[in-house]
């Protein structure tokens, strides 16, 4: 037997069997706590968090990736990072950014024009079906350039950008409605809807918030610009927003600061920003009418400027849609109780956390009870109108979070630097956990649905001083795990998270979650169908017109098709390629010398890349993902030659010699090969493997590649047959490649089907 193959069948052997349980007695775990300094509160979070190998987390958490444009993924209570997912930047390793695919999504990011290679992601939403998580899609927005992505969690992709065709930045999105109807996105500092200059001085008039509904069309995945309407807003700072639900349905909410409408300017004697946006004690929460803006717009009732309705303040008013309530001092969340009857505010330079009551906003609203208009006209609802209560939480109260136990919340307290729990129906304080550093949001499991399930909390600290291993003057930020199930909250984790400020993130439950782990054969995952360069196993070509070279290229182990590539100086190529393999983690990469081009093409997609050739010379190519025993082989060469270059006909020497003894060492080891790979076929074979989804799959790989070594086998022998040895041999060789590569797919199947409990049925 080959020796590589048998080192796989022992490997298999030992992972089935299982190493003898060694035994962790009482002594050890003393001895162990003493050496590491662990006490027994330690060692319960520990045993609270710790996930042993090939275990599952119970909830899985889409975390902003700030700067970064990413969204990180990670599972509670592990902690453990699973992936970062490409958004708004590129990223090599999913080759986001440098297949032509992907620079389509990035393509609806552009702002005036360019490209944008940063993102301030903020805010991530999950889509929702009456008011809960249904496992979709989630959205995030970039602050810095007021953009929306939607990313699809069946493959955990971003398939869509949209820039705001009138912000010049926004904070408040995304939050979406309670089935997704329409994601909100508010703008956060005022500037003109055009794009021309406009004096400072014109601020008051010119200058404007706003606040964007994209309607968001589910069944394609996708938002609809011309669909989706924006409110025109007086200049205030808006801030964050919430969806209404329940009782509230309907409705929408947003925070404002700097309802002063100050303009600093430092540098010419001016007091700064901060003293101006902060003098007066109260700022405004924005109550908009979505629904029946909608049911308007539908009517033709609004103009379209630049592809979606603008509803302007005059016309808001006019149909009663947008009304305003004063909220405490520079507030920052606003968040709608999960039962849609209240809406909690807090201030940042207030202690306090305000609950107003939507029962008495509505009826406000009936009633036309107003204390007055602010300068745009707007409507306001007395505080004492709208309010059921304040209560003190603590010194710089942010973002509130929702416990499975009514009227239970949570609020984070920055200058504090602590969680606070209290009831909002009962103004009771319940409990204070004083956490790490300068809490920003915290976020409980499911915590923005309509039921949320409590259990966790999670602290996003900004920064980490003095909590890690220093690296330097720019520190990791924190996210620190709070168990809540009890009475009494208990730290039981702190992850640095390495990557940029990640503001908020949205815990779903695992289960809901059930991602492919292969494309139909030949997509574009980007647009979500087929590729129309997609290639089949033996379609393999290279197509020229003029000067466009289109490689229509396939991947499977181990080999790129085609090999060696031969274009002129100055041609446009693309190299179109298409992993064919079923089984799950086959994915392949491919990168190329000088040309910026790395792709990553999981099994079943068509990733392309398209360049200039114009540099004449030697440029290899090869996979760069480690994806099987002779994955250093799966390489190649695009050669460009100059312009008028004359070949000059030569033939490749073969650098060794093989004689008819190889060439019959090589077959005996195959029919031995062939052996083994019958034995494992009739084990897979006699279990009711059909019933295993990834042992289907890894059945329909083994099937292909044997079916490759038997052509590769019909020209060995047709080689033979004509004493040309040197070809009878490789070709040999390349049929005992694709038997070892039937044999580990085989191995794969046999183990799952171990592990799994199939049963025997022949
Ligand atoms: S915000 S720290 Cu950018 Cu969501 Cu509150
Ligand atoms: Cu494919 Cu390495």
């Not at 020796?3 to 052997?13: A, D, G, P, Q, S």
């Not at 939480?393 to 919340?409: K, Y």
């Not at 019959?664 to 062939?674: D, G, K, L, R």
């Not at 060995?716 to 040999?732: C, H, I, R, T």
Request: hydrophobic share 35%; glycine share 8%; charged share 25%.
């Amino acid at each position: 037997m080959n020796f590589n193959l048998k080192k796989t069948l022992v490997l298999t052997l030992v992972l089935t069997l299982g190493f003898a349980t060694q035994a962790f007695g009482q002594a050890a775990l003393q001895k162990v706590m003493q050496e590491r300094g662990l006490t027994e509160k330690d060692i319960l979070a520990a045993a609270k968090t710790y996930t042993p190998t090939g275990g599952r987390d119970e909830y899985v958490v889409f975390s902003s990736g700030g700067q970064s444009g990413q969204v990180i993924v990670y599972g509670i209570p592990s902690m453990r990072i699973l992936k970062y997912i490409a958004v708004f930047t590129p990223e090599p390793w999913q080759g986001y950014g440098f297949d032509d695919e992907s620079k389509e999504v990035l393509k609806g990011g552009r702002i005036l024009g360019k490209d944008i290679t940063y993102g301030d992601s903020h805010h991530p939403a999950f889509s929702e079906t009456d008011g809960e998580y249904d496992g979709r899609y989630i959205f995030i927005n970039d602050k810095a350039n007021p953009r929306l992505a939607v990313i699809d969690l069946h493959d955990f992709e971003t398939k869509q950008i949209v820039a705001n065709p009138f912000f010049k930045s926004d904070h408040g999105g995304a939050f979406v409605t309670p089935n997704t109807e329409y994601v909100m996105e508010a703008s956060q500092y005022a500037a003109p809807y055009s794009t021309d200059y406009v004096p400072i001085e014109d601020f008051n008039d010119k200058y404007r918030g706003g606040l964007t509904y994209w309607k968001f069309d589910a069944e394609k995945g996708r938002l609809v610009n011309d669909e989706s309407f924006t409110f025109e807003l007086p200049p205030y700072s808006q801030d964050l927003s919430d969806a209404g639900k329940g009782p509230s349905y309907g409705w929408g909410f947003t925070n404002s600061f700097c309802t002063e409408r100050y303009v600093g300017g430092i540098e010419s004697g001016r007091p700064p920003f901060e003293a101006g946006c902060s003098s007066k004690d109260t700022d405004f929460m924005h109550v908009t009418n979505w629904k029946k803006a909608a049911e308007l717009a539908a009517k033709g009732k609004f103009k379209k400027v630049n592809g979606q309705y603008l509803i302007t303040m005059k016309q808001a008013v006019k149909y009663k849609l947008l009304y305003l309530i004063p909220e405490p001092k520079s507030p920052h969340g606003v968040d709608v109780t999960p039962d849609g009857k209240h809406i909690i505010v807090a201030g940042k330079l207030d202690s306090h956390a305000w609950v107003y009551s939507w029962a008495k906003i509505e009826r406000a609203i009936k009633k036309k009870k107003f204390e007055g208009k602010d300068p745009y006209g707007i409507p306001i609802i007395a505080l004492e109108t709208a309010l059921e209560r304040s209560v003190n939480v603590g010194l710089g109260p942010l973002h509130t979070q929702f416990d499975s136990e009514d009227g239970v919340v949570y609020t984070s307290i920055y200058v504090d630097s602590r969680i606070t729990k209290w009831n909002y129906k009962t103004g009771k304080v319940l409990d204070m956990i004083p956490i790490h550093y300068n809490v920003g949001h915290l976020m409980t499991m499911e915590g923005d649905s309509k039921s949320p399930d409590g259990k966790y909390l999670v602290a996003l600290n900004k920064l980490s001083i003095d909590r890690f291993n220093p690296v330097g003057p720019l520190h990791p930020q924190n996210h620190q795990l709070i168990d809540i199930s009890g009475s009494k909250m208990q730290l039981l984790y702190d992850m640095p998270i390495p990557l940029g400020e990640p503001h908020y993130a949205a815990a779903i439950k695992a289960d809901k979650l059930q991602p492919a782990v292969r494309y139909k054969s030949g997509w574009n995952s980007r647009t979500d169908s087929r590729s129309p360069y997609r290639t089949r196993a033996g379609r393999e070509r290279i197509e020229r017109k003029g000067n466009k070279v289109d490689i229509y290229g396939t991947l499977i182990r181990s080999h790129i098709n085609p090999e060696i590539i031969t274009v002129t100086e100055g041609d446009v190529v693309s190299f179109h390629l298409t992993n064919l393999e079923r089984a799950q983690d086959e994915v392949h990469g491919f990168a190329m010398y000088g040309h910026n081009v790395q792709l990553s093409v999981e099994p079943g997609k068509t990733a392309s890349a398209t360049f200039t050739a114009d540099k004449a010379g030697v440029y290899p190519y090869y996979c760069t993902e480690f994806c099987s025993a002779l994955h250093l082989e799966m390489q190649g060469y695009l050669l460009v030659k100059p312009k008028g270059y004359k070949d000059i006909k030569k033939k490749i020497v073969e650098g060794h010699k093989y004689t008819k003894s190889d060439y019959e060492t090589q077959v005996a080891t195959n029919i031995a090969t062939q052996e083994i790979i019958n034995q494992v076929v009739g084990y897979i074979t006699e279990r009711n493997y059909t019933d295993f989804a990834i042992v289907v799959a890894l059945v329909e790989d083994a099937t292909d590649q044997l079916g490759f070594a038997d052509e590769a086998k019909k020209k060995s022998e047709a080689a033979a047959l004509k004493g040309d040895y040197q070809n009878a041999m490789l070709w040999a060789n390349q049929w005992w490649q694709y038997q070892v590569k039937t044999a580990d797919l085989g191995l794969r199947a046999k183990t799952h089907l171990d592990e799994n409990g199939a049963k025997k049925v022949k």
